[in-house]
C-alpha cells in the first residue's frame, strides 16, 4: 500500500485548511486565517455541530486548532467542518474502541469495546435527577 503525499490534501477554492484566530461563543462563530493566501483572515464563519435540535452536542474548536473550511467558490462565507489533528495536537484517544474528552487537568473516556467509563475531573461533579437515583454494581468502593 503506497503512503499518501502531502500533495493529496492540497487546497482547493472550497475546501480550506487554516488556523483558528478568533471566537466568538455567543454567535458560535469563528475567523479562520488561509497561510497560502497571504495570511487572509476570514470573516465570522459558522462552526457545524453533529446535530442542532433536540439531543445536540457542540464544541468551539480552540484558538489556534488547525481546521478544515468549506468556503463558497468566492472565499466570502463559508464554515468550519471540523479540527485537524496533527504532530503538535495528537488524539487523546489511543484506541478504536474509545470516545474521549480531554480539558484542562481532567478526562471524561467511554471504552465501546469493555463498557468502561472512566471520569477525572479537577473540579465537583454533580448528579441531578427529576425522578429515581440508582447505583448498582457487582462490588464497590467510596474513598
Known amino acids: 500500500m503506497s503512503k499518501r503525499s502531502d500533495s493529496e ?29 497571504d495570511e487572509l483572515v476570514t470573516q465570522w464563519i459558522d462552526v457545524l455541530a453533529k446535530t442542532s ?21 468566492k472565499g466570502e462565507s463559508g464554515c468550519v467542518i471540523g479540527s485537524r489533528y496533527n504532530a503538535k495536537d495528537a488524539p487523546s484517544g489511543n484506541a478504536n474502541d474509545q470516545i ?31 425522578g429515581e437515583f440508582t447505583v448498582k454494581a457487582a462490588k464497590g468502593h467510596l474513598a
Do not use: H
Open 53 to 73: 435540535t433536540g439531543v445536540s452536542a457542540f464544541q468551539m474548536p480552540g484558538e489556534k486548532d488547525e481546521v478544515w473550511c468549506a468556503m463558497d467558490a
Open 100 to 130: 474521549v474528552l480531554t480539558f484542562a487537568g481532567g478526562y471524561v473516556r467511554l471504552e465501546t469495546g469493555s463498557g468502561n467509563v472512566a471520569v477525572k475531573t479537577p473540579g465537583s461533579v454533580n448528579i441531578e435527577a427529576a
Open 9 to 37: 490534501y492540497g487546497q482547493n477554492p472550497t475546501a480550506r485548511r487554516g488556523i483558528v484566530v478568533d471566537r466568538d461563543p455567543k454567535t458560535m462563530r469563528v475567523k479562520v486565517q488561509f497561510e497560502d493566501e
